[in-house]
Nanobody, 117 residues
Framework: VQLVESGGGLVQPGGSLRLSCAAS????????MRWYRQAPGKERELVAAITSTGEGTNYADSMKGRFTISRDNAKNTVYLQMNSLKPEDTAVYYC???????????WGQGTQVTVSS
């Protein structure tokens, strides 16, 4: 099983980034996919989630209207479009795959997002 995030980097406040997470080794289309983030000295927090079919999404309050989660089951990839980025969005962003039964999940290695002028 692999989850490989990409797309992180340094961006100015107000800018945008699109994160990708390429999955392999499991039946991607059956898993709920989630993005988490962890800032220095803080606990890991849920950013957004998307159902296996992509029909349902959920966001943390501070991300609503700025971030969009999507997935392409044909490409085994989940995305996070981040707009209007703020310095407080600086964190390592992790991809997570939650099993259909909810009994286990997989993590990616994370990608750093830094929002700074």
């Amino acid at each position: 099983v692999q989850l490989v995030e990409s797309g992180g980097g340094l961006v100015q406040p107000g800018g945008s980034l699109r994160l990708s997470c390429a999955a392999s080794g499991f039946t991607f289309s059956r898993y709920v996919m989630r993005w988490y983030r962890q800032a220095p000295g803080k606990e890991r927090e849920l950013v957004a989630a998307i159902t296996s079919t992509g029909e349902g999404t959920n966001y943390a309050d501070s991300m609503k209207g700025r971030f969009t989660i999507s997935r392409d089951n044909a490409k085994n990839t989940v995305y996070l479009q981040m707009n209007s980025l703020k310095p407080e969005d600086t964190a390592v962003y992790y991809c997570n795959a939650l099993a259909p039964t909810g009994g286990y999940h997989y993590w990616g290695q994370g990608t750093q997002v830094t929002v700074s002028s």
